[in-house]
C-alpha cells in the first residue's frame, strides 16, 4: 500500500520561507514520481513541480521556477519542496502526490488523476 506522508507547512509572512516534506517509502520511490501541487479555494488545482528520483529529473510549473525547489533525500525516502520568496498568492492547500508520470505536460493539466496523494498540509502567507 503507497503511504505518503506530509510535513510542514503553517504561517509565514511575504518574502519567506519553508520547507514541506513527503516522507514515502523505498518502492513508492523507485515506482513512481513524487508530485506537489496545490489548491486554493476557489482557484483550479495547480501542478508545481515534480521529480522522477532515479533520474533526479524534475519539473516546474512556470509559476515556482526560481522560487521552488524540490529535491529528494535517498537516505531518509523523503521528497522535500523548499519554497523561497513566498507571496500571498502562495496560500493553499499543498499535497504531494505519487504518480508513475512525471512531465511539464501533467503538472499542466489541472485535471491529472494522481495515483496517491499525501494528507495536504495548509500554507498561509500573511503578515
Known amino acids: 500500500q503507497v503511504q505518503l506522508v506530509q510535513s510542514g507547512g503553517g504561517l509565514v509572512q511575504p518574502g519567506g520561507s519553508m520547507r514541506l516534506s513527503c516522507a514515502a517509502s523505498?518502492?513508492?520511490?523507485?515506482?513512481?514520481?513524487i508530485h506537489w501541487f496545490r489548491q486554493a479555494p476557489g482557484k483550479e488545482r495547480e501542478g508545481l513541480s515534480c521529480?522522477?528520483?532515479?533520474?533526479?529529473?524534475?519539473y516546474y510549473a512556470d509559476s515556482v521556477k526560481g522560487r521552488f525547489t524540490i529535491s529528494e533525500d535517498n537516505a531518509k525516502n523523503t521528497v522535500y519542496l523548499q519554497m523561497n520568496s513566498l507571496k500571498p498568492e502562495d496560500t493553499a492547500i499543498y499535497y504531494c502526490?505519487?504518480?508513475?508520470?512525471?512531465?511539464?505536460?501533467?503538472?499542466?493539466?489541472?485535471?491529472?488523476?494522481?495515483?496517491?496523494w499525501g494528507q495536504g498540509t495548509q500554507v498561509t502567507v500573511s503578515s
Open positions: 502526490a505519487a504518480d508513475p508520470l512525471c512531465s511539464p505536460s501533467v503538472l499542466k493539466d489541472e485535471e491529472y488523476e494522481y495515483d496517491y
Open positions: 523505498t518502492s513508492t520511490l523507485e515506482d513512481n514520481a
Open positions: 521529480i522522477i528520483t532515479t533520474e533526479d529529473t524534475s
